[in-house]
């Protein structure tokens, strides 16, 4: 079940970093505007960015054999992808979100599409965030960790 789950999340995160780079190359007012929450940058900077990051986390997926670690690693991006988007609901964001790059302009051109499609990312980002909480905590419990003993150090420095 562990597996599966971490070969679909490979298998999100590969699709949509390759979805944001394509769309990077797009001539887009969209991606040439600031980004509501990290207005340094262009959405198009962003997306390059968080395209790079996707891939990059596919990539030590794949190549790990820690089942921890792989699953600390999705929480990890899980809850960035999550803080975003809290950090877009409290500044009160209403445009499309920058999630896969402009690409979202490509099959959502209604409103009522755009919610659809925003609805799905958000349900991809629960994907990533709470399977892997679940995973491991249930890895902790049944190795006789105190859940009420919870810390960041439980992914850092995991033996498994």
Not at 11 to 36: D, Y
Not at 72 to 80: E, M
Request: charged fraction near 15%; proline fraction near 2%.
């Amino acid at each position: 079940m562990k597996r599966f789950y971490i070969n679909t999340v490979v298998a999100i995160l590969i699709v949509a970093g390759v979805v944001k780079l394509f769309a990077f190359a797009q001539k887009s007012v969209f991606l040439s505007e600031a980004n509501p929450l990290l207005q340094l940058l262009t959405n198009r900077h962003m997306s390059i960015l968080v395209a790079l990051v996707e891939l990059g986390v596919a990539t030590f997926l794949i190549r790990s054999h820690s089942l921890t670690l792989q699953l600390c690693l999705i929480l990890w991006i899980g809850a960035a992808f999550l803080v975003y988007r809290l950090g877009l609901w409290a500044v009160d964001y209403r445009g499309p979100c920058s999630c896969i790059g402009g690409a979202i302009t490509w099959f959502a051109q209604s409103r009522q599409a755009r919610s659809v499609a925003n609805l799905v990312l958000e349900g991809i980002v629960a994907y990533l965030v709470f399977p892997s909480t679940c995973f491991l905590i249930g890895a902790r419990m049944r190795a006789g960790f105190d859940p009420k003993r919870v810390s960041a150090k439980v992914c850092v420095f995991s033996k498994e």
